[in-house]
C-alpha cells in the first residue's frame, strides 16, 4: 500500500511559479513511476507529467512541456513538480499518483494510488 499526499497548491498571479510535492508512504516507493495530474472543473482529468522508478525517464503534457519540471527524491519518499510561468488555463486541482511498473503512463487508469489533490489558481 501506498499513501500519496500532495502540498504546495495556492492562489498565484499569471507568471509566477509554484511547487507541489507529493509525499508518499510505504517502502516501495522507490520501484513506482510516478505522475502528476490536474482536473479543472467541469473537464477530465489530465496528464501532466510523469517519471520513471529512477528518474531516468520523464515526459510532460505538450501544454506544460517547457514550463513544468518533474523530479522525485527517492530517499525522501517524495516526488515534485515544479511550475513556471504559470497561467490561468493552469487553474485546476493537481494530483500525484503512483504506478507499481516503474515506466511511467500518461494513462490515469494505469495507476494504482491517488493523491487526495492539491488546489492550484493562477490569477490573470
Known amino acids: 500500500q501506498v499513501q500519496l499526499v500532495e502540498s504546495g497548491g495556492r492562489l498565484v498571479q499569471a507568471g509566477g511559479s509554484l511547487r507541489l510535492s507529493c509525499a508518499a508512504s510505504?517502502?516501495?516507493?522507490?520501484?513506482?513511476?510516478m505522475g502528476w495530474f490536474r482536473q479543472a472543473p467541469g473537464k477530465e482529468r489530465e496528464f501532466v507529467a510523469g517519471?520513471?522508478?529512477?528518474?531516468?525517464?520523464?515526459n510532460y503534457a505538450d501544454s506544460v512541456k517547457c514550463r513544468f519540471t518533474i523530479s522525485r527524491d527517492n530517499a525522501e519518499k517524495t516526488v515534485y513538480l515544479q511550475m513556471n510561468s504559470l497561467k490561468p488555463e493552469d487553474t485546476a486541482v493537481y494530483y500525484c499518483?503512483?504506478?507499481?511498473?516503474?515506466?511511467?503512463?500518461?494513462?490515469?487508469?494505469?495507476?494504482?494510488?491517488w493523491g487526495q489533490g492539491t488546489q492550484v489558481s493562477v490569477s490573470s
Open positions: 499518483a503512483a504506478f507499481t511498473s516503474g515506466n511511467y503512463s500518461n494513462w490515469a487508469y494505469d495507476y494504482d494510488y
Open positions: 510505504g517502502r516501495t516507493f522507490s520501484s513506482y513511476a
Open positions: 517519471i520513471n522508478w529512477t528518474g531516468s525517464n520523464k
